[in-house]
Structure formats: C-alpha cells, structure tokens
C-alpha cells in the first residue's frame, strides 16, 4: 500500500503580528535578503540540513553562555533566518492534519519527527517513512536521490537510529533495527491489521535496507553491530567504499575517513553509539579517540558529495548531532553542552561551505526538546515535584485569586505524576540539584560545578517535551522558515528547494 | 514503582526441536564472508512515488531471530553457558542458573539507556551429550503505551521455563541475545 503526499504549496505563510512596528518589519525584510546568502541569484543547487535531536531554544542558550558568554552567539544563531517549529505527532490510524480522524499526540519521539520532514506527513511515534496507517511515504532522500542529487546521511548515532534512518528506510517500528528480524521488533498488527509478509519492506530490518537500497551515497556514523557480511557484501556490490567492515566488525576510524575516496562510501566508527566529545577530551589515548568527531563528518561528507556532482545536479546532506538527546536522558548536563558544542562545529562547516559556494540552503533545527533543560536563577534550585504549590491568593487584588490546578503537596500525584525519571540514582533526591558550569563572564578561577558558577542547569524530566524547537537557515528559500512554522513544513521547504516535490 | 516488563514466552517450533535451528541471517552451511545468498528480491510492493521498497539480494526471514553459537555451544552439566550474539557489549549477565525447571537471570544494560524497546533472550536446552534438544525465547517489545514510571529498565529479570517435553532430558542450558535496541 502507498500513497502519494498531496502537493502542498512550498511557500510557507510567514504572518506578521498585528502590532508589528514598520521599523521591524523593515528589519525583517532586509533579513530575508540577506538570507538568500551573496551572489547565489536564488538558485539553490544543495541543500545540508542539520539537527540537533532533543536541541530545544534553551540548549542552544546555555551552550552560547558557556562557551562564548551572555554577550556571544552560537554559529547556528548566526544564520539570518530564524524562527521556530511545532512538532507534535499523531496517535497510531489518525489522519492528517485537518482530516475528520486527525488525532493528535504533543509530545514526538525522534522517528514520527524524521518522518515528518522526510516525507512531509504526520504519523505515529516510532514510525519511519510511513504516515500513521502504515502507508509508503516517499523520503527526501529517495526523491533527490532518484532525480540525480548526491545524497549523504551523517549521525553520531546508530546509523539505523531513527533520525538518519528517516530518510533511508520505511519501518512500521523503529526497533525494526537489526541485524536480524523479529515479528515482536518489526510487526505492527495494531497499525496494519494482520502481520505482514517478511518480504514487505516495512518489516525488514533497517540495517538491510539501508544497505541494498543505495538510498545515501555518503553514509557516516555508529552502530556497526546491526550490520552483518551480507550487508557489507551488498553495499561493495552497489559501489561503496566501505570503511572498516561490517564482516569482521572492524570499526573504521578517523584515519580510514580522512583517506576516503570514491562517489559512495560507507563508515561506521562505533559498534553502537559514536563516543561523547567530553570523554574524547579528557581520553586522547582511548580506543574511541579515533572516532572523528560531527564536524569533521560533516566536512569530509562534503567534500565527497561536492566532488561528485552529476549533470549539474548537487547534493542533499542530513547532519545529526545525535548525543545532544542521548545525553538530556540521562540529565548530564556537561555532556549536553558538549555535545550542543560539537554540533554547532559541524553547522560551522556546512555555513562556511555555504558561503563560499553560494547556491548552498542551509537548515538547522531539532526534532524536539529533550528533557526539559532549563537555566534557572543563581542560588535557586528546582524540583518537578513542586514541594509547596502557588497559593494562588492576591490580596491586593482578589480578582487574580483561584484554586490552585494542585492543591496537595510534597508528595508526587499518583493520579498524573509519574515520578522521578533521572537515569541513575533517581532516588536520591540530591540528584536534582543543579549542575553549574563557568562561563567566559566569570572571575578567573571560578570553578564548574561550584556555588560561584553562573550558569545554572537543570531537567524537568527524562524524556522528551512537547515544546517548539527553534530553527536557523542561511540561503535562498529560508525566508520562508522565519516565525512558526510545523515540522512537516520542512519538507515543502526542502523539496521546492531542490525541485524534487514539484 | 517500575511496573516489572511484560516477558512473552515463545515455544521453539517442532521443526527446530528436530533439525536445528532456522537461521535466516547467518546461515547453517559453509558459506564464507562475503559469499552471497541466493538472490532473492523483496516482494514488497513498489509503490511507484520514489520510495525505494525493493531490496534486490535479501531473501525474507523465515522465522524468529537466533544465534549460531547454540549449535556448538555444549555447555557443561548444570552450566548456563553464554553464546555469542551482536550486542554482547551492551548488556551483563548476574545470577544466571539453570534449576527448578528454568533458566533464570538478571540482564543490564549497560550502554545508554532512556528507553529499552526490543530485547529478545534465546535460551537453548541441551541434553547430557551436549546435544541442543530445543529452545525457547523471552520477548519484551516496548509499548507507547507502557508506563514510564520511575527510572529507565536498566535490569531485566529474566526467566525461562524448560519445555515441558524436555524436562527430563534437559541437563544443560546456553542463552544469548539476538535483539537488542535501546536509547
């Protein structure tokens, strides 16, 4: 079963704000000029789109504060065009937006996420490249790749986690992995009513169809271990460079990248995830030392791509930094800016690129916030578990009093709190303490993780909220991406870009 | 409190009580690295909109995930050996014994965990030969619906009863774990 997207209008409605002053819409429309980048005539002949899963507005605030101070920015805050982007999902049989059996579902995982700016619908959290009642939706990917653009996929993740798998594969459930099928992984009978044929794609492993479908000419990341011989012998009969081998399950390295030739390459440089920047650091000798790092995935995904352009068709290149999420799980708050750090490394590359090659979209987003990061005031502390709950009571002006939405306290409700989720030692109440960091603006020898610090850091939860994730663009076409725009959005955006979604 | 897992029992079909395991990836024969498997194209349907559905060279599984290991496991009288599996770097074994009519252990996870969504357990029986006599899985799948109190499943208690035609023959036991995805 399939079905075709109904052909949206690329442009997206950027509404102005009654009230708006004439002073900033003028800003905003010498914005979108410079968005379209210098001497690129608005022909835009690649596109690299960068995510940070879990990325919300406030990793991207308290990594500028700790790595650049309160009066610095990021690269990605650099981009002209910003905005931000709704990214709910939906419950599993719902239709799309604005059909009678629409049902929505607030908070996304990674995979309903990918899915809907790869295929542009929205569909069920653990789907990839299919809408919520199971049809074939078309990737990005497939669709540039099909009409002659190079195509490159890079992770820090597992390669067949659901972000990059988004755009190479088509999976009722994203545990659907490898390297082997099992009905309890792959199947869905909730979605498609009876189990499927193991010869149905959408119940085979997305380790083998990534490496049979030819999808990526550039593909860089981890999870060697869901890869077999088979799998290795396939992607060399199709043309790849592979790095290191799934066969043996030899890692490649950072060496093995940098002498990567050929117009299809193959790396995977962990057998799981890729390793944190931060133990990289502080470990040189270690084994994992030799796993390049985002941005140099990044740079080295570029030049292959770029170097192999095809009868004036260029490429279209996803970037993850996947650890930014991995890491807001676990509520490690110095390994997520490290990793925030990292990504916008890589998003340094892909905008230099950018800027010197002129017909170049540049997108960086997230796929949703993880964890509920925050940066809250000096000497004050948080707990999702409020001890005392607002009185709610203004005696100055009554007419502000009401019943507090919790009137008991101190203890979590049973009824709608699921308690403490913190990854080791939960139970600890200790453990909500804030994480606090140095940042530039501090006085020599304040130390992270003391008092003194400014930058204080905490998580609501251990997984994913529901709020917008901001989003940057540099290029023609990125005005379109300036105030609130949904997660589907982007692949209107995207496929006008390269002309694939006509 | 963490709700403890849903563990779904699956009994080895007869045909592999009799002639082995049904290996779908790794197969049973001499073939070597890199020699390919009969060419088979995915029948799955190509929906003709650009999405790439057909897999040229990949037969279909024919049947639930496994481990070449338990073919030549022979485990010592009493033993819980351990085969060898594709993610053996991500979890640990405590515990684990064979008595009282059933294999039993805690499995951790040790690589990142905010979400366990597919862990399968294989447990292959042996008689005092050596001889793998069957085997039997231990299934937890992840559901949207599944409580998420408390902190993630790092630990996994597992346990595995011996096939009731087996229980007098069964002196030695070997596990391993096909399927494994976490977050």
Known sequence: MSVSKSKRSAGVAVVLLAGISGSALAAASTTAEAASGHDNSGRIKNVIYLLGDGMGRTHVTAARERYYGANGHLVMETLPSTGQVSTYAVNKKSGQPGESDFSPNLVTDSASAATAWSSGVKTYNAALGVDAKGNTVPTLMELAKNDGFRTGNVSTAEITDATPAGQMSHALARGCQGPTYSAAACQDPAVTGAPLPTSDVRVTPIADQIARNGTADVILGGGLARFDADDEAALRDQGYTVLGSPATQTVATKSDLAAARGSKVFGLFNKGNLTVEKFKREHPDAAQAQEPTLPTMTSKAIELLSAKARGGKGFYLQVEGALIDKRSHANDAAQTLEETKAFDDAVKVALDFAKKDGHTLVIVTADHECAGFNIIEKGTYTNAEAAVPPANVDAGNPANSSTPSRPTSGAKDPARSSGIVNGSGSADPKNFGPATFRTPDDAAGVQDGSPEASLWLTYLSGNHTGADVPIFSYGAGSEQLQGSVDNTDLFDVVGAALGVTG | ?183
């Open chain 2, 1 to 183: 409190m963490t709700p403890s897992p849903r563990w779904t029992l699956a009994a080895v079909a007869v045909a592999a009580l009799l002639v082995g395991f049904v290996v779908t990836r790794v197969a049973a024969d001499d073939r070597g690295p890199g020699e390919r498997r009969q060419q088979v194209v995915s029948a799955g349907e190509v929906p003709g909109d650009g999405a790439r559905t057909a897999l040229p060279g990949l037969a279909p599984a024919t049947g639930e995930p496994t481990l070449p290991g338990f073919d030549t496991a022979r485990p010592a009288a009493g033993a819980v050996a351990r085969v060898a599996g594709p993610f053996d770097d991500r979890y640990t074994w405590s515990g684990l014994r064979l008595g009282d009519g059933r294999v039993s252990g805690d499995l951790t996870v040790t690589s990142d965990v905010s979400d366990l969504l597919e862990l399968e357990v294989v447990v292959g029986f042996y008689d005092a030969r050596g001889d793998l006599l069957g085997t039997r899985r231990a299934v937890r799948h992840h559901t949207l619906h599944q409580d998420r109190a408390g902190a993630p499943d790092e630990t996994q208690h597992v346990v595995v009863g011996v096939p009731g035609g087996l229980r007098g023959a069964v002196v030695a036991a070997a596990v391993g774990v096909p399927v494994l995805v976490n977050e």
